[in-house]
């Protein structure tokens, strides 16, 4: 009985490990800075040479996409506290532990389509060779690269 209640703790663990490292990848990339608003977006209109009905459209699905990923990233937070209360409490409901870890999945998921669906609003928006340069950009992200001039371009900061 011990071993299973440690597996099942490991287990969610692993996976409010997994989805904290999501969120600070999403913050880092994709949530615009305060201090800056839309300086990674002015480095993009460049790159890309953004007209100004591409700039104006590019704005608009940008505004949705972080409304509709800021509302997502908020249920995560419930969640995870959720979660954590749970964990904390003398006794354990392992079918309540494992329903918030499906909503925790489930908001991952939705994050994650939430992302494929703007990438391929911003293709529709763009020309073939800005499609091209665009996608150079988000592998260029994807890479994780640590190096201070690589991966600029997405991160909104």
């Not at 880092?28 to 608003?37: E, Q």
């Not at 509709?68 to 392992?94: G, H, P």
Request: proline share 3%.
């Amino acid at each position: 009985m011990k071993v299973k209640v440690l597996t099942y703790a490991a287990l969610i663990l692993l996976i409010v490990n997994l989805t904290a490292l999501g969120v600070i990848v999403y913050h880092r990339w994709f949530k615009p800075d305060i201090s800056c608003p839309g300086e990674g977006f002015e480095r993009l209109k460049q790159e890309l040479s953004l007209s100004p009905e591409q700039e104006k459209l590019m704005l608009q699905t940008r505004g949705d996409f972080h409304n509709n990923l800021d509302a997502l990233s908020q249920k995560l937070q419930e969640e995870r506290r959720s979660l954590v209360a749970s964990l904390k409490r003398e006794t354990m409901d392992m079918d309540e532990l494992k329903g918030i870890v499906k909503k925790i999945n489930a908001y991952q998921l939705q994050a994650q389509e939430k992302v494929v669906e703007h990438l391929l609003e911003v293709k529709n928006i763009l020309e073939p060779e800005q499609q091209e340069k665009f996608f150079s950009i988000v592998l260029e992200r994807f890479e994780m690269s640590h190096e201070p001039r690589e991966g600029r371009y997405l991160r909104i900061r």
